[in-house]
């Protein structure tokens, strides 16, 4: 509470400095050097930019879960959320920062429960053909960049959160924006007791009980400097990240007071890039280095003192990207776009025998263009080469015809081929890794049909798709007689289903109107014909904001449909998780140069679960206050 009376009196101080003005939202106007065709958007989705400020107090993990098609599976707060895109797992789901690749090595997967929206300022999901640029994206791509930012004279904004199970959040932006200079540093610090109270119906007679060993602690800090000169640009970054997680017991065992279990993680991402642009184009080459460190801790005993499990799992990776990135317009309409990458990636682990390498050379071109005025066309190809061995050539080709009937409706198809390399887990666990294991590799056919129009103070988008994928050698992990478990290459695994999308906008004088929704059917099943543990068939989400001069007002729903939690179809208790819907509100007002939300997530109280006997917090509070200058 300390920490909290004293950032409100530093937010006081700078009040009494201010002037008494309006403060209005503030618009970003984004150009780029070489402007896309619709086939390069076709299957791409850019996040709002004013969403993305007014929800930065969020983890990634939330803002997916509210906003996006992506389901996400997660623990809890302060547990593990990963994401199932179009069907698929985690390791599936490739996620790019300013275009490298932030999957762990390791686990080959990413939890997006650490990445808070505070550190990024743009988000675009990509699927399909979309994801033709980089191997791994089987399900989509998550991209997060950071943006240029020129002449805004002195960055400071504050914000501090306090809510429900002494749930704290503070974060701070200072620097200063010249002509043609940035300096710029990001830093927050999260924390929550997490000790809410739930009914755990993991015993026998059913309790009502409050979460124990679940706390939490993550910051984080980010550097940044820009120099534009002419024509080129110089971007570093460096993002460096620390948590600290204990992990509750699952709702079965929670009598059980002699186990000990938590995760220490921390990385440090850097880059360097520099970026020259010409009349008719533009190169990027950027280098990076990232440091990442794992830290797992399970220890268990019996009543007696006998020791039932004991883990101390310790990871350190370094990993180095090289890119090169070339953009060119050609002959009228068509562009090409030609890239080189290098990747390295060193794990030393005390499950691993030894420390383990690999590297991954990537040439990738993409020619875009128009075949006639209302057709759009994107061909690509890309030859990955893994440990110097040829993993083979991947194409995909996307078609968008704008209708010439219909002003603003566009349909879209493409055809994808991708792979995905084994992670270094998959490959040297100890006990359990196949060395042997085949790369993953799938194809997709998509299409979707679009419609955006304004009609004066109105206006409207909606995306109706579907997808049919066939993932070949599907790698999955299976129990053997050895009383461990390894990873093995299935049969075919078929993923199909459909996705809608729509958002409108209406605005009268002081009044703004918006409302967006999400709906997601996701089929996807292995030679069992059974469909896969932990994906829904069914899950949505819709969201709508209400504002009136300087006042704001949202609500958001999420509905997450049935899903198996295990490999066969009985259908017992322990067999399913029940479907469920969640609501959440917020109400906030603009006061000079202060914002102030109060918000209630989960206002009726569900009682559910996302994960098999993990607890999950009904009804809860937060109050935000965000100063700005």
């Keep these: 509470m300390k920490k909290l009376c004293v950032l409100l009196f530093l937010l006081a101080s700078f009040a009494i400095m201010a002037q008494d003005t309006i403060v209005l939202q503030s618009v970003e106007v984004n150009a780029e050097a070489i402007r896309k065709n619709q086939a390069e958007t076709a299957m791409e989705r850019k996040m709002d930019t004013a969403l993305l400020k007014r929800l930065n107090t969020i983890t990634m993990s939330q803002l997916l879960i509210q906003h996006s098609p992506v389901f996400i599976k997660t623990y809890g707060p302060g547990g593990v959320a990963t994401a199932s895109f179009r069907g698929t797992t985690a390791s599936h789901t490739l996620v790019l920062w300013n275009g490298f690749q932030l999957n762990a090595p390791t686990l080959g997967q990413v939890d997006f429960s650490t990445i808070p929206v505070f550190m990024t300022e743009q988000v675009a999901l990509k699927w399909g053909s979309g994801t033709s640029a980089n191997s791994g994206g089987l399900g989509g791509t998550v991209n997060i960049e950071t943006n240029q930012h020129f002449g805004e004279g002195l960055i400071l904004d504050l914000k501090q959160t306090y809510g429900s199970f002494n749930s704290f959040g503070s974060y701070i932006t200072a620097g200063y924006s010249w002509a043609s200079h940035l300096l710029r540093v990001k830093a927050y610090r999260t924390s929550s007791d997490n000790d809410f109270k739930y009914d755990n119906i993991g015993i026998i007679p059913h309790q009502v009980m409050k979460q124990k060993n679940a706390d939490f602690v993550d910051y984080g800090v980010m550097p940044e400097y820009q120099w534009r000169y002419r024509n080129s640009l110089i971007t570093i970054v460096s993002w460096n990240q620390w948590s600290d997680r204990n992990s509750p017991q699952i709702m079965p065992n929670v009598i059980n007071n002699s186990t000990k279990e938590y995760t220490e993680n921390g990385y440090s991402r850097n880059f360097i890039s520099y970026k020259t642009y010409w009349q008719t184009g533009k190169i990027e080459v950027k280098s990076a280095y990232f440091y990442e460190k794992q830290h797992y801790f399970l220890e268990s005993y019996t009543d007696n003192g006998i020791p039932v499990t004991k883990i101390n799992s310790i990871n350190d990776a370094n990993i180095y990207h090289q890119i090169a990135d070339l953009n060119q317009d050609l002959y009228k309409s068509w562009k090409l776009n030609a890239k080189v990458q290098w990747d390295h990636e060193q794990v030393k682990s005390n499950n691993y025998d030894g420390t383990k390498d690999r590297d991954v050379l990537s040439f990738y ?40 009937f219909v002003k603003g409706l566009k349909i879209n198809a493409g055809y994808s081929h991708n792979f995905r390399n084994p992670s270094l887990n998959d490959l040297y666990w100890n006990p359990g890794g196949n060395p042997d294991l085949k790369p993953e590799n799938g ?14 103070r109105f206006s409207i988008e909606s995306t ?26 299935v049969n075919t695994v078929t993923a199909y289903g459909a996705e809608a999308h729509l958002k409108m906008n209406y605005f009268i004088n002081d009044w703004n109107f918006q409302a967006s929704g999400n709906y997601v059917y996701s089929h996807t099943t ?11 068939l069914h899950h949505a989400n819709a969201f709508a904001e209400v504002r009136w001069k300087t006042w704001n007002m949202t609500y958001t729903m999420e509905y997450t449909g ?6 066969d179809n009985e259908e017992v208790l322990a067999g399913r998780l029940n479907p469920y819907t ?3 509100v917020s109400v906030g007002k603009q006061i000079r140069k202060f914002y102030v939300e109060f918000k209630v997530n989960n206002i009726t109280d569900v009682d559910y679960m996302a994960i098999l006997w993990r607890a999950m917090p009904g009804r809860s509070f937060e109050v935000g206050l965000n100063y700005k200058f």
């Excluded at 979707?448 to 304004?454: E, L, W």
């Excluded at 790698?475 to 007689?481: A, E, H, M, N």
């Excluded at 292995?526 to 829904?536: C, N, V």
């Excluded at 049935?562 to 490999?567: F, I, Y």
């Design 526 to 536: 292995d030679e069992t014909g059974y469909q896969l543990m932990y994906i829904p």
């Design 443 to 456: 194809r997709t056919i998509d299409g979707n049909i679009m419609y955006s129009r304004k009609f004066g």
């Design 365 to 404: 071109a993409a020619v875009t263009g128009k075949v006639v005025k209302p057709l759009d066309i994107r061909l690509t190809l890309r030859n990955d080469w893994v440990d110097w061995s040829s993993a083979g050539f991947f194409p995909t080709a996307t078609l968008s015809y704008s209708s010439l």
């Design 562 to 567: 049935r899903r198996k939690t295990q490999m």
């Design 582 to 584: 969640l609501h959440h």
């Design 464 to 489: 109706l798709g579907a997808y049919y994928s066939l993932v070949n050698d599907w790698i999955q992990w299976v129990p053997t007689s050895w009383r461990y478990w390894v990873p093995e290459n």
